[in-house]
């Protein structure tokens, strides 16, 4: 842009050079071409964009390149650290997954193992208390037999008083007191047998 501000100045000095006279043939002149432009402006835009080139081919590429090769490596180095981090989060969560596992097993044994003694103390109790309920109808089937035999000996006491009264009257003669129980008890051991 220089050259051609250069070039541009070049020209202007180079018009008031002219006389006057060919002033006056310059406005007989045609008018410039806007699409073409003239020979000097080429010349001196060709010199300029080949240097411009050549200085932005030794030194702003290789500035540029080294840029573009920076940035491709942090961004594959961010794109690398993202790929760790994903890989740590899928162990870390696999890990998770491990322990969560191992914790809900952990508590199903635990709860299993709590079903199992209750279970076992259940049946403790319901052995021991069945065992108490045999003891006590045991007890109480004893204590029955017992009153039973109890009761009989006391009926059979009263009933032979009774009997013995009875005979006593009937017979009206008084036997012995021994042979008058024989008596009574061979009778009830009759009448227990008949049953």
């Known amino acids: 842009m220089q050259f051609q501000l250069l070039g541009s100045q070049v020209l202007l000095a180079q018009e008031e050079e002219e006389t006057p006279a060919e002033e006056e043939h310059v406005e007989e002149q045609e008018a410039p071409n806007p699409i073409l432009p003239e020979t000097n402006e080429i010349i001196w835009g060709s010199l300029a964009f080949i240097i411009l080139f050549l200085a932005m081919w030794k030194w702003a590429y290789p500035a540029i390149r080294k840029a573009m090769e920076d940035r491709t490596a942090k961004i594959q180095a961010d794109l690398d650290a993202a790929e760790r981090a994903r890989i740590e989060a899928d162990e870390l969560r696999a890990q998770y997954d491990a ?3 191992d914790a809900r097993s952990e508590a199903n044994r635990i709860i299993d193992e709590a079903r199992q003694q209750a279970e076992s103390v259940r049946a403790d109790r319901i052995a021991a208390i069945d065992q108490e309920i045999a003891d006590r109808r045991a007890q ?12 009989e000996a006391e009926l059979r006491t009263q009933v032979a008083s009774l009997a013995i009264g009875a005979a006593s009257a009937v017979v009206e003669q008084n036997l012995d007191d021994e042979t008058n129980r024989q008596l009574v008890e061979n009778f009830i051991d009759r009448v227990g047998a008949g049953r």
């Open 99 to 101: 322990q969560l596992a």
């Open 140 to 151: 109480a089937e004893a204590d029955i037999a017992g009153a039973r035999a109890r009761a």
